[in-house]
């Protein structure tokens, strides 16, 4: 029998992740449950509790998935035209893009899942600020350039590796 040496073997089980996290991505977006106002700041309250209750090598992910759920309630809240409401959100996304970072260790898990989540996050902004009014787009390019900013440390810690 042929025997693959160990390096190529996890070479293997990494790149075979890498392809079930990139391919997860669009049918989590896509199948996520719509919800309400008030079913949509629950769901977030327990997001939140959970990642502050999470151990430091589980926040990183958690925290991008925070910033991916913000950025959808501020699209939301934008197309709704409640600029006021959106633009707070929108905060709270730079808030939590920068706690991402605040955790990161050589240990920490899900990382690279981070940085895609980040990404597509990314490109969503990019589509909110083509769809902004003039008086909203600071704000969203603020956010989009502070997630460009925390994309491109991940993507840092994860080759680091």
Not at 56 to 82: H, I, N, W
Not at 125 to 154: C, G, I, N, P
């Amino acid at each position: 029998m042929f025997r693959q040496d160990r390096s190529s073997s996890v070479a293997a089980k990494r790149l075979v992740s890498a392809v079930v996290i990139v391919s997860a991505l669009p049918l989590t977006c896509a199948c996520s449950p719509k919800l309400g106002p008030d079913e949509n700041s629950t769901a977030l309250a327990v997001l939140e509790s959970k990642t502050d209750q999470a151990s430091p090598r589980d926040r990183c992910f958690l925290y991008a998935e925070l910033v991916s759920e913000m950025t959808e309630v501020a699209r939301k809240q934008l197309s709704a035209g409640d600029s006021g409401r959106a633009l707070e959100s929108l905060r709270l996304v730079r808030r939590y893009a920068n706690k991402t970072l605040q955790d990161v260790a050589d240990d920490s898990r899900k990382l690279k899942g981070a940085e895609l989540l980040m990404r597509h996050t990314s490109f969503r902004l990019e589509d909110m600020l083509h769809q902004a009014s003039y008086d909203d787009r600071h704000d969203v390019e603020e956010t989009l350039k502070e997630l460009h900013s925390v994309q491109t440390q991940l993507i840092m810690q994860v080759f680091k590796k």
